[in-house]
């Protein structure tokens, strides 16, 4: 297996190169990776579907035996590509907890961490452009 990440991939149907990219790709390509979707709220106030994850945002399970629980991100590791959110947790045998991973896939975004004023923005721009461009028919 090639060991250097090649940035002129575009796509494949096969879906074991789509996970020898993912798996090979560096963390700011993995950060980008790791978006979740937005409530319909969100949606209509950003002009976005998705956006990655960070620490502090509100999101809600949509799949699993947590389904429709909410909670904010506790930690996001983009070497993983797992999130963990705050008491949402497993009791082993022997009583000690240990938290759930997710996949940001499985996550909807309810309430955005809004202490970076620039990850705001930037949406807010995108928002913009895309009502400047002119609709396809």
């Given at each position: 297996?090639?060991k250097?990440?090649?940035?002129?991939?575009?796509?494949?149907?096969?879906?074991r190169?789509k996970?020898?990219?993912?798996a090979?790709?560096p963390?700011?390509l993995r950060?980008?990776?790791?978006?979740?979707n937005l409530?319909?709220?969100?949606?209509?106030?950003?002009?976005m579907?998705?956006i990655?994850?960070r620490?502090?945002?509100?999101?809600?399970?949509?799949v699993g035996?947590?389904?429709?629980?909410?909670?904010?991100?506790?930690?996001?590791d983009?070497k993983?590509?797992v999130?963990t959110i705050?008491?949402?947790?497993?009791?082993?045998?022997d009583?000690?907890?240990?938290d759930?991973k997710?996949?940001?896939s499985?996550?909807?975004?309810?309430e955005?961490?809004a202490?970076d004023?620039?990850?705001?923005?930037?949406?807010k721009?995108?928002?913009?452009?895309k009502?400047?461009?002119p609709?396809?028919?």
């Open positions: 297996m090639k250097k990440f090649s940035k002129s991939w575009k796509s494949s149907t096969q879906t190169k996970r020898k990219y993912q090979n790709a963390l700011h950060h980008q990776m790791m978006k979740a409530s319909k709220e969100l949606r209509k106030k950003y002009g579907r998705s990655p994850v620490k502090g945002d509100t999101v809600k399970i949509m035996k947590n389904k429709k629980k909410t909670g904010k991100v506790k930690t996001v983009k993983t590509m999130i705050e008491k949402i947790q497993n009791q082993k045998k009583g000690t907890k240990i759930v997710f996949n940001p499985n996550l909807q975004i309810t955005m961490n202490e004023k620039r990850r705001i923005r930037i949406k721009e995108n928002k913009e452009e009502k400047d461009a609709k396809k028919k």
